[in-house]
């Protein structure tokens, strides 16, 4: 664990606490940290301080923190923001080594608020204190060593293996509250507020190496510092899963960019992105994140996404089928050996094949008979058991030997006891045995599936970066050419220095101003060729009728030009035309680079043409990719399918797209002036020899 | 109400009713139904059937029915399977007028069951009896006149307006249980087990006239008769909401089928059409249902889908404002004049745009402010209110004014008490009150959201059918042409024919058997020209290589000749070729009608090539259609804004492909024959006089 993270056991693991603001008052923020710790059982002693109280909470109260006799580690502070500086001095004297500020009137707000924060920062780097907020509701950590509730929360969590930070404090109330009704049992939780100083990032570390913590859950607007939180992220999400509700989607700050990518991509993006590549799972609402939390508590993921679903009622079944497929799971036929199995402890009426259907009359024998026979089947990854009670059977008898199975099976098991709550017995059962239930199937599917994508992530392989030679120097010296000229737009030799010496092919083509050298340079280029109109201003040059397809003789090529005459050389004197090889046997692609303003740099895949442009078909991922990052962009798109050969063509090297976006993403290493950039469209050609760039656009940032 | 209708007054209104194989056995079924009858204070007399019990909950009991000294018209029926159709013979006898067996063993086993089923079927048929299941949990109304709880269920629901059917029994008691917590109230329900009688369209219409049911649910895993149940449906759902979870989504049947459009569709496919077209709501799950039937029990549709939020914590607004977005509502700009008028009464940290943000402090008063405020805003349809429980405020307080607002508006108010649950005094009140209340603000933007969707399937304008002239015969002697020579396809001439006496353009086409033939063709067509092989089982032609695109020279028709030679003759000596205008300036649609097993004939749409085959990007509508379907089509697939011009591309006449879609329609209902039938591609020109369907394949039935 770094320094930066052992520091945060001052306010995780403080030896004594000084609640600075504790009130006498019922209700009072200040009345109720108090009451929270010393009934939360905190360890070590709480000192009540308040200038004005002799007693709070029957503990005797000071006037300062440096009246306290004793040592003081951890520090709440309560009172109003314009005496929280003054606080916080007195805690740095006092040697208080970790500050939770609950305080709001910071950061959040207008006028004096911001300036105030950053003296409190300040206060704290100098004197080496860790802060939490301002502006929050407080942290808690469940460890009996420790016991410690530090929040203004109604609600005391049951102790278990999942971390939880929530930046917002509301919310943070909120999810104790239904940690404990759901029972998913929780070893800390913070509650970030402003985030001046604490950040996700730093709470991913010390909580990757907190032995209680089994999974780590987020509540999250903004990642702070995203290259923190991405290193962080994908090294702790191979040992523990990491889901967040990520909140705040609004695709803000890319209307003025020029390019495609930069008019497709937003911050959503960007976020999306950031969490696909570190190994992080994005749920879509906090329910959600319980019902997945609740199966993630064993720390068992499956090995595939096969599942067996054994019920005692059809219509459940059928429900938990549907929703299983949806959610891309297979429930999978089972070996003949399982049904067969199965079927010696089952009556002619009920159902050997998955759904597993026990009926009605299915005691707790039936489903241990039923549960040992799908377990045991290898072609098995998870089991959805299904329980609706009927009058005569011992409900509670059939809960314990789902526990029993659960337990002892390396496979995860969820059970949906159909319309029961907490106060049924068996429901009980399940929910101290820490056996993930619901009460609708639709729900258990959601968490199966939600098991299998964390089982994904952690599993994908990350290593063993691109191998192979660019030409640094040759690339540099075309983007530094037009840095000297003084141009954001890269010119046509430039264009193609840049990729040709990432190994990057690009179409053959001359630029030419007259008809007659157009007729000279399909001599190089050969027949059929395009004409493209090389005009300022013209950006879409296809719209604008820049741009003529398919010509195949010297006729067609005067005509082709005069066309272009007629429309652009009015505006335009000095136009100049490209002529290119037209190369059309393959799948037009769509490669591309934007910056994101909180994110920073971007690349996109897609098809060309309408693909990106109307149907929004396009998967996006931060730079740096690694392998895995840039075959997910491949095989991310809706049309993916198209490169494996549709309607009679054949298909294309996606192990050269993967490729050309890895070279592309060198390059943006290499060069981080590069602001912009579109191959559009990249050719993957049936032929993968002739595969090319078939136009680019590149532009620098300003300096 | 129809005859057949008010027939279930014996079943839901009975004036007494004899419980057939009553229980002295507490968990036993015949025992449990008594005591719910008996509980829950059914206000005639329940009359316990049993040959060897004298008295079943203090009650004197039976042998057989006919001993029973008074009248008796409703029969509950829960002796063993073998002894079903003696007491339903008894009943006869007796004068009942509805049953309801319970009793399983019949359609659901393999065996005797279904003969039973039929014989039981035939019993009631003979004596006008009504018959709800077998292999059901019973039917229920709260109607305080006949107060009757005829099920084994555990729970019995408060009175309300939500009327539940449920296809599934285990699923019943669930609901039951659900509808109990969550807070719906019901007017009655009925679980159907086998249907062998009394279907869901029957419950729609009985529930239709139903004074006390104001919303319609129903868990359905098929539809039985469905042509009854949309004719239903379409009628029920313009007065009340219907809203369904339809389970058992399988793609069956369609794998043999030849053309697109059977092996795009599925059952899967015509269920939803049939809920689409029918006005009634579907919706993924359980819980989906009834967060929707939360919000929909007062009754009030929103205008449009403009929300305002009103909030005192900014996270929460945030997931809710996500969410809305991600469901198609607009969190709205308020207007001026409200901004300012909620300005005047909330702090200056707070804030007045939409989400509104009171802030932590907001009471009673501050809330009362902005809701009057917002609510008052015309350019707002509807309002959610999220309330965070901070220590210092009256909760209680805040919930009696969302509660005031909910019940004189006429706009829909939803709450989120954020993580509040019932026992918390201000859920309670909510509740109490009816207004819908979630503890996460996600739910409460899809009940939002569901509600949004039920006001536009209720005003739906679905009047005015199409208005055109065809000529039937003509259209009609070509297929009957072909089934006159045995023939299942049509031929050119005949295809020709059909689409030409509906209305439907077709491009200029000749067929020839030689070079030359081609040749003088071209003099008809024009150029440039598309040749396409005719060549017996050629179906997806361009796979195959047959299809030679944009030949514009006689040097190209005869290398292209060759090129067809050599790839079809030899297999094919009888090899013909179609000689056609290319006609390429449009967007390719792709139009076909299939034939589902269960529902009948279905119509698709979508854009031509990878778009349908690939993509999947196709909408499918049961036949007839109606303008609105038709129109539905057309807007609904993902990449319909092609149609308005993309790329410096024209728009093209929407308005030519709805007419297109009820032409074909039109020829659907003239020719019963037509069994399968593609146009693709359609090509919708940029110029609409140009459009016309390109290629064109129609199958009859065989007879």
Same mark, same amino acid.
């Given at each position: 664990m770094s320094p930066r993270a052992t520091s945060l056991n001052a306010i995780f693991r403080p030896q004594s606490v000084a609640v600075i603001g504790a009130s006498r008052k019922k209700n009072q923020i200040g009345h109720e940290i108090v009451a929270n710790l010393m009934e939360g059982g905190f360890t070590g002693p709480v000192y009540p301080v308040n200038p004005t109280a002799k007693v709070v909470h029957s503990t005797r109260c000071y006037s300062k923190v440096t009246d306290i006799p004793n040592p003081v580690d951890f520090a709440v502070l309560v009172v109003p923001a314009k005496y929280v500086l003054a606080a916080a001095r007195d805690c740095a004297k006092k040697g208080v080594k970790g500050l939770v500020c609950i @305080?709001?009137? $910071?950061?959040?707000?207008?006028?004096e608020g911001p300036k105030r924060q950053k003296e409190l920062v300040d206060i704290c780097r100098k004197s080496g204190m860790r802060l939490v907020g301002p502006n929050c509701m407080g942290v808690l950590n469940t460890d009996p060593e420790i016991s410690m509730n530090?929040? $203004?929360? $109604?609600n005391t969590p049951l102790p278990g293996g999942a971390a939880f930070m929530s930046q917002s404090g509301a919310l943070g109330e909120a999810i104790l509250a239904d940690a404990k009704d759901i029972g998913v049992g929780m070893s800390m939780f913070a509650s970030l507020g402003n985030r001046a100083d604490v950040s996700p990032a730093d709470l991913l570390e010390y909580w990757e190496h907190? @032995?209680?913590?089994e999974q780590i859950l987020m509540y999250l607007e903004s990642f702070g510092d995203p290259e923190q939180f991405m290193a962080a992220a994908r090294r702790v999400s191979r040992k523990k899963p990491v889901i967040v509700v990520k909140s705040g989607r609004t695709a803000a700050g890319a209307k003025a960019a020029m390019s495609h990518t930069g008019s497709l991509a937003g911050s959503e993006a960007a976020a999306d992105s950031l969490m696909a590549q570190c190994g992080v799972l994005r749920v879509d609402s906090m329910k959600e994140l319980f019902t997945l939390a609740t199966a993630a508590q064993t720390g068992k993921l499956p090995k595939g996404n096969r599942v067996a679903i054994v019920t005692n009622a059809g219509g459940p079944a059928i429900l938990a089928t549907d929703s299983c497929g949806d959610q891309g799971l297979d429930v999978v036929q089972l070996s003949e050996k399982t049904e067969k199995r199965i079927q010696e402890g089952i009556p002619v009426e009920a159902s050997a094949s998955n759904p597993v259907d026990l009926i009605a009359t299915a005691d707790a024998d039936r489903f241990d008979h039923a549960l040992k026979a799908v377990l045991a089947d290898?072609?098995?990854d998870m089991v959805l058991a299904i329980f609706v009670s009927p009058v005569m059977i011992d409900a509670a008898a059939v809960a314990k030997v789902f526990t029993r199975h659960a337990k002892r099976s390396s496979k995860p098991i969820v059970a949906c006891l159909l319309g029961k709550e907490r106060g049924f017995e068996a429901v009980d059962i399940l929910a101290d045995a820490g056996v993930a239930n619901y009460r609708f199937p639709e729900d258990a599917a959601t968490a199966l599936s939600g098991l299998w994508k964390l089982s994904k992530l952690r599993s994908a392989d990350d290593s063993g970066g691109p191998r192979f030679r660019v030409q640094k120097k040759r690339g540099r010296a075309a983007i530094e050419n037009a840095l000297n000229e003084g141009r954001e737009m890269l010119k046509g030799m430039e264009l193609y220095e840049l990729l040709s010496s990432y190994g990057i092919p690009v179409v053959p083509t001359r630029l030419v101003r007259t008809l007659d050298q157009a007729l000279k340079a399909t001599r190089e280029t050969g027949w059929p060729v395009v004409l493209k109109v090389e005009a300022q201003g013209v950006v879409h040059k296809s719209d604008l009728g820049g741009v003529i397809l398919d010509i195949r003789t010297e006729d067609e090529l005067a005509s082709g030009w005069e066309e272009l005459e007629s429309r652009f050389r009015k505006q335009c004197p000095d136009m100049r035309v490209l002529v290119q090889s037209l190369r059309q046997h393959g799948i037009e692609t769509f490669m591309g680079a934007t910056t994101d303003a909180q994110f920073g740099r971007l690349l996109a895949f897609g098809l060309g043409g309408i693909h990106v442009e109307v149907l929004k078909d396009v998967v996006f991922r931060l730079h740096p990719l690694s392998r895995v990052d840039a075959e997910g962009m491949v095989e991310g798109i809706?049309?993916? @399918?198209m490169f494996e050969g549709v309607r009679g063509k054949p298909p294309v090297d996606k192990e050269q797209l993967v490729e050309m976006l890895l070279r592309l993403d060198r390059m943006l290493t290499d060069c981080p002036e590069i602001y912009e950039l579109d191959f559009n469209p990249f050719l993957a050609a049936w032929d993968s020899s002739e595969s090319c760039v078939l136009d680019v656009r590149v532009r620098l940032k300003k300096s």
């Open positions: @305080s709001a009137g $910071f950061g959040e707000t207008r006028g530090a929040t $203004f929360a $109604f907190d @032995s209680r913590t290898r072609g098995v809706r049309a993916a @399918s």
